[in-house]
């Protein structure tokens, strides 16, 4: 069982930036893919970054791309969201989730989930 937090939400201006962390603990985090995912009010859960368990290969949802960097860190158990140049349209929670399957860009592939953290972008 991997228990996820997420940490580095808040209120950020336009054209701000932010780096969201996510902690694991109760797993073998380096055999985990792990993904960031993000829920606007009124929009459907939307997968924003994925990154693989040890090769570090990256994917990228169209709307954050060359805005985000998705990273990890092995040897802390955490994986990073960095976000500049954010918009309006980044407000939502943001969720870290952990998949056995390789790149996984599939929601439901995602066995495990944090509870997530705000990030309002404001102007």
């Known amino acids: 069982q991997v228990q996820l937090v997420e940490s580095g939400g808040g209120l950020v201006q336009v054209g701000g930036s932010l780096r969201l962390s996510c902690a694991a603990s109760?797993?073998?985090?380096?055999?985990?893919?792990m993904g960031w995912f993000r829920h606007a009010p009124g929009k459907e859960r939307e997968l924003v970054s994925v990154?693989?368990?040890?090769?570090?290969?990256?994917y990228y949802a169209d709307s954050v791309k060359g805005r985000a960097t998705i990273s990890r860190d092995n040897a802390k158990n955490t994986v990073y969201l960095q976000m500049s140049s954010l918009k309006a349209e980044d407000t939502a929670n943001y969720y870290c989730?952990?998949?056995?399957?390789?790149?996984?860009?599939?929601?439901?592939?995602?066995?495990?989930w944090g509870q997530g953290t705000q990030v309002i972008v404001s102007s």
């Open positions: 989730a952990a998949a056995t399957t390789w790149l996984s860009a599939m929601r439901n592939q995602y066995a495990y």
């Open positions: 990154i693989s368990p040890s090769t570090f290969s990256t």
């Open positions: 109760g797993g073998t985090f380096s055999s985990y893919t």
